[in-house]
């Protein structure tokens, strides 16, 4: 195939601009881990500044400096990479620092770009200093990863246009602008790709404090107010993760709605948690068939990602990225080089004794 490179014609940067037209502005983010996310909502609830994202306070430290260096030298944002669990708030932070920039912003994951011209579409729609966001950038398909290389370094993107002899590659410029790609796998990150972000952050868990932050700030938007001892006992039964802190406080003022005066109090959030089964730990009937699986079906493991993803119905992905952080986190559940292990701890939290045929009963319960 004959490649040549040529200079930009306005009808090459057409063509690309048209490949993929309903990717202008759009906002396609394609979760495979918020199950019942209650999207309205949830906007409203969002930070928009750097003031109100509360919480990963190193994270938001170093973002500020870069951010304020950036803004005043007129200048981009250099690339940046955000690694942690979902529902933590990358992509939270990426749009405050679109806002704090005064820059677009643009979202999409990497399994929405299926082929050259998904990318290729959104590109051109860019315009100077916007942030465009990659989600779980550890799924890229290689070929949109190398055309990534490309213009991440160079603001340029080589298109191929034409079939056969025919063909020509042109280098089609693109405005400056920062690459935000979130991954909760930084491991599965090819190491050029990774070495080609300038910044590189990491997200924890957030601690109950923090938590219980966020759900003021969360009630007072949602207009209703809330105890202080049941916003700490909401922040330790949300897995250290805002997005199901919102969750919970959406829930909860329901409950204290339809049971109560309106005001979240403790007692209001204990009979909630019960009715929606989340127990002392913050699990979820999922969390717990996860472990009771490993305890029952497999001898308390080890037992590989794969098998035990499907002796309960779910994909290896789901289970990798969504629930199976949280339980390594509270001590539940070990990976090991040969599979998951449950812990003693596993052992005493759903009531299960060590041995076969030992009876359970469900404990932490509130309610
Ligand atoms: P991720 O991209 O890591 O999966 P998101 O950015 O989508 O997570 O965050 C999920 C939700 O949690 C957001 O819609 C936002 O309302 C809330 N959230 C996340 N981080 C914070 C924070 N630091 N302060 C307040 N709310 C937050």
Not at 13 to 30: D, M, N, T, Y
Not at 114 to 128: E, H, N, Q, R, Y
Not at 159 to 174: D, E, F, M, S
Request: hydrophobic letters at 40%; one cysteine or more.
């Amino acid at each position: 195939m004959a490649i040549r490179y040529t200079d930009t014609t306005d009808d090459d940067l057409r063509e690309a601009a048209a490949l993929s037209e309903q990717s202008r502005g759009a906002r396609h983010i394609v979760r495979a881990d918020e199950p019942g996310e209650d999207d309205s909502q949830e906007v409203n609830l969002r930070p928009r500044l750097l003031k109100e994202f509360l919480g990963q306070e190193a994270v938001k430290a170093n973002l500020s400096v870069f951010i304020d260096a950036a803004r005043t030298r007129g200048e981009p944002l250099d690339h940046l990479f955000l690694i942690g669990p979902p529902g933590l708030g990358k992509t939270t932070l990426a749009e405050v620092a679109a806002n704090e920039l005064g820059a677009d912003f643009k979202v999409t994951s990497a399994p929405a770009l299926d082929k050259p011209k998904d990318l290729a579409g959104i590109l051109s729609t860019i315009t100077p200093g916007t942030v465009f966001f990659i989600d779980e950038i550890h799924r890229l398909k290689p070929v949109i990863e190398e055309m990534l290389y490309v213009v991440m370094e160079d603001f340029e993107l080589d298109w191929v246009i034409g079939q056969g002899a025919a063909a020509r590659t042109v280098r089609i410029p693109i405005p400056h602008f920062t690459l935000v790609g979130a991954t909760t796998k930084a491991g599965m990150v090819s190491k050029p790709l990774q070495t080609r972000f300038g910044i590189i952050q990491r997200f924890n868990f957030y601690t109950p404090a923090e938590l219980s932050l966020i759900i003021k700030r969360s009630a007072g938007l949602l207009g209703c107010s809330v105890d202080d001892d049941a916003a700490l006992l909401m922040a330790s039964c949300s897995r250290g993760t805002p997005r199901v802190t919102n969750r919970i406080v959406r829930r909860m003022r329901d409950f204290a709605q339809v049971y109560g005066d309106g005001r979240i109090t403790k007692s209001i959030v204990e009979a909630g948690l019960g009715k929606l089964r989340i127990d002392s730990l913050g699990l979820e009937d999922f969390d717990r068939d996860i472990i009771r699986a490993v305890i029952e079906k497999f001898g308390g493991g080890p037992v590989g990602c794969e098998t035990l993803a499907i002796s309960l119905g779910e994909s290896a992905d789901t289970l990798e990225d969504y629930y199976e952080p949280y339980l390594i986190q509270c001590g539940l559940l070990q990976r090991t080089p040969r599979g998951r292990i449950a812990t003693q701890k596993a052992y005493d939290h759903l009531g299960i004794k060590a041995g076969p045929g030992a009876s359970s009963f469900l404990p932490g319960l509130f309610g």
